[in-house]
């Protein structure tokens, strides 16, 4: 059985810093892309943050210059940095992974976190 567990969430002023994580755990032969969504109260859950399992990164316009994904394949675990966090950024932070079981088995899936809240607020 996967698990992604997300930790690093919290309140934080505008203009602060946040680095969220996000450990795989489990059954894992391979993990590809490994993304970061947010969704905030009453709206849909968008894509913050894509890196790929080479390390090519993509980034929602909202947050290109202020947040960084990285990725470390040894602890299969994903990070978001977010640096000049503002009021808007607030929202449940979810990662996701895709995910490959078994080496004999080329089936993908993707896994979700349980998500983590962050609130930017003065």
């Known amino acids: 059985q996967v698990q992604l567990v997300e930790s690093g969430g919290g309140l934080v002023q505008p203009g602060g810093s946040l680095r969220l994580s996000c450990a795989a755990s489990g059954s894992i032969f391979s993990i590809n892309n490994m993304d970061w969504y947010r969704q905030a109260p009453g709206k849909q859950r968008e894509l913050v943050a894509d890196?790929?399992?080479?390390?090519?990164?993509t980034y929602a316009e909202s947050v290109k210059g202020r947040f960084t994904t990285s990725r470390d394949n040894a602890k299969k675990t994903v990070y978001l940095q977010m640096n000049n966090l503002k009021p808007e950024d607030t929202a449940v932070y979810y990662c996701?992974?895709?995910?490959?079981?078994?080496?004999?088995?080329?089936?993908?899936?993707?896994?979700w976190g349980q998500g983590t809240q962050v609130t930017v607020s003065s």
């Open positions: 996701k992974a895709e995910i490959q079981a078994y080496p004999l088995i080329k089936i993908k899936r993707d896994y």
């Open positions: 890196i790929t399992s080479g390390g090519t990164t």
